[in-house]
């Protein structure tokens, strides 16, 4: 089973990821200190699965209440590997959700993504 | 303290509307601690959304920054304390705006560097400081050299976007340290 759940912690998000829908989904907020361990950990699963499934889509769900500026390196780390995945053939969907009038976490999702041409990006509020 | 000096403590704090203050060292389950605090205090005043979280990103980042690259302290012996130790406060500026300011040690041999860093950013406006941001996002190289950041970080970037108004700071050296190390204070309002 590729299947996993990281427990949200007081500094960084839950994740889920369910193989056979191919999603992921991250929820909640991510301020550690030295933010790799926590997507380190994340992208050695993913990637894991990526290259015994090959999948023909994939799709990531961002719930994210709050960011700090650390973190946004893994967040662009994690995105450049869909993007990877992209041009690799895979059907790459972000969905980017953020708290209505949160206009700081909107732009960080346009940001993230922007040069990244084979990631589908859409937004959405909470 | 004696009784008198913290009588003149509390006037201070008061008149300056302080409602949160923390001296010592900074760790990770503190500055957490702390943080869910000051939430707790600002869902409890009703205080915008939008105010709220640029209040506690500063917050944040300011208790972050002295975690990532304040210097250790030392003993009068010379041996080096295992934390990174700080000052935070937060306090009303008026009735709309909360202001926000912090403490720690830094090398004195950093001063150059960090000012022109912060003077840069003072100049900029906050669409110069949103492109600022985004390329320093891009910059991949810059991520793995953070220890020495080249140019205004994302840290310093993100302070600026969600102040008001432009950062001030404030170095202070001490002749009787004997660590080499100098007081850096920086204050924004939200």
């Not at chain 1, 972000?94 to 206009?103: A, I, N, S, T, Y």
């Not at chain 2, 250790?72 to 012996?77: D, I, L, N, S, V």
Request: charged share 20%.
């Amino acid at each position: 089973m590729s299947d996993f759940t990281i427990e949200a912690t007081a500094v960084t998000p839950q994740v889920t990821f369910e193989a056979d829908a191919r999603q992921m989904s991250l929820e909640g907020e991510c301020y550690p200190e030295n933010p790799m361990p926590f997507f380190d950990g994340i992208t050695a699963k993913l990637a894991t699965w990526y290259t015994g499934a090959k999948p023909p889509e994939f799709v990531a769900i961002f719930r994210l209440q709050y960011v700090n500026s650390s973190s946004t390196k893994g967040f662009r780390a994690l995105l450049s590997m869909f993007n990877d995945w992209g041009k690799d053939g895979t059907e790459v969907q972000v969905v980017w959700e953020h708290e209505e009038e949160d206009d700081t976490m909107e732009e960080l999702g346009q940001d993230l993504v922007e040069d990244f041409g084979y990631i589908h990006l859409e937004t959405a509020t909470f | 303290m004696d009784i008198g000096s913290f009588a003149t403590f509390t006037q201070y704090a008061q008149k300056s509307q302080v409602f949160y203050y923390y001296h010592g060292e900074f760790s990770t389950p503190i500055v957490e601690a702390a943080a869910h605090s000051l939430k707790a205090r600002m869902a409890d005043e009703g205080t915008a959304a939008q105010k709220s979280r640029k209040l506690f990103s500063t917050f944040i980042e300011m208790a972050q920054n002295v975690m990532h690259y304040g210097v250790q302290a030392q003993t009068a012996g010379g041996q080096d304390v295992d934390a990174k130790l700080g000052a935070i406060a937060v306090g009303k500026a008026n009735d709309t705006q909360f202001w926000i300011a912090c403490a720690n040690l830094v090398a004195y041999g950093s001063i150059p560097r960090i000012s022109a860093k912060l003077r840069e950013v003072q100049t900029l406006s906050l669409e110069e400081i949103k492109r600022q941001y985004k390329e320093q996002l891009r910059n991949d190289e810059h991520s793995q050299n953070d220890a020495v950041s080249k140019g205004a970080g994302l840290g310093f970037l993100t302070l600026a976007r969600d102040s008001s108004e432009p950062l001030e700071f404030h170095f202070l050296s001490d002749p009787t340290r004997t660590d080499n190390a100098a007081y850096f204070f920086i204050k924004a309002v939200i």
